[in-house]
């Protein structure tokens, strides 16, 4: 058997779904912010077909009327946020209470091993510890941005914050696109019912 044909529990699958519907409903959400809702271009939308039947309506205006609906979509980010915050912590919480063990000792635990398979299984576990900082600044950074006000945070300050937020999406989708192709390969190879072990967990036998 394959490094990665342990048996998934059903705590871990519900825990990997979830992250897995949240983490593409934040990027799309954010997706859908930057292009089709994006405001600026609604806001001259707005302007042009208005203007077509004798509507003139001020820059200003235009774009309070298209923050309407990109606001009103934007409220799900918050929501998958929220989620994701939480999804995460719980995670952590199995590492501090060691019901999970972090991934970076998964794989020292593999690194002696010269077989080919143990060496990318360590380069997986690496690549998820990536993964797990970047989600911490990602969880940290939108709860600031969303509780700016409370926290005093000026619009300055948080311009930083808020650029290596939306930097890290291009992280997400590199690791979603890397994840996705590791386990078509070790399903198609090394670890043949992979996939199906994350729906129903493995032969119990």
């Given at each position: 058997m394959g490094y990665f044909s342990?048996?998934?529990?059903?705590?871990?699958?519900v825990w990997h779904w979830l992250s897995a519907i949240t983490v593409f409903g934040l990027m799309l959400t954010y997706l859908l912010r930057?292009?089709?809702l994006n405001y600026k271009d609604n806001?001259?939308?707005?302007?042009?077909?208005l203007s077509?039947?004798?509507?003139?309506?001020a820059d200003d205006k235009a774009k309070e009327i298209a923050k309407i609906f990109r606001d009103n979509m934007w409220q799900w980010h918050y929501y998958l946020g929220f989620l994701f915050a939480a999804l995460l912590a719980y995670?952590?919480?199995?590492?501090?209470?060691?019901?999970d063990k972090l991934p970076t000792c998964k794989a020292k635990e593999l690194k002696g091993n010269g077989d080919k398979g143990a060496k990318e299984f360590v380069m997986a576990k690496y690549a998820h510890a990536l993964f797990y900082i970047a989600s911490i600044y990602m969880a940290i950074s939108g709860l600031a941005m969303y509780f700016r006000e409370k926290l005093g945070l000026s619009k300055d300050?948080?311009?930083?914050i808020k650029e290596l937020h939306e930097l890290a999406f291009w992280f997400f989708l590199l690791f979603i696109v890397a994840h996705i192709a590791g386990v078509i390969k070790a399903e198609l190879t090394t670890d043949k019912g992979l996939i199906s072990e994350m729906f129903n967990g493995g032969d119990k036998t």
């Open positions: 342990d048996k998934r529990s059903a705590n871990l699958r930057k292009t089709v806001a001259a939308i707005i302007q042009s077909k077509e039947i004798g509507l003139i309506v995670r952590i919480y199995g590492f501090i209470t060691k019901a300050m948080l311009e930083p």
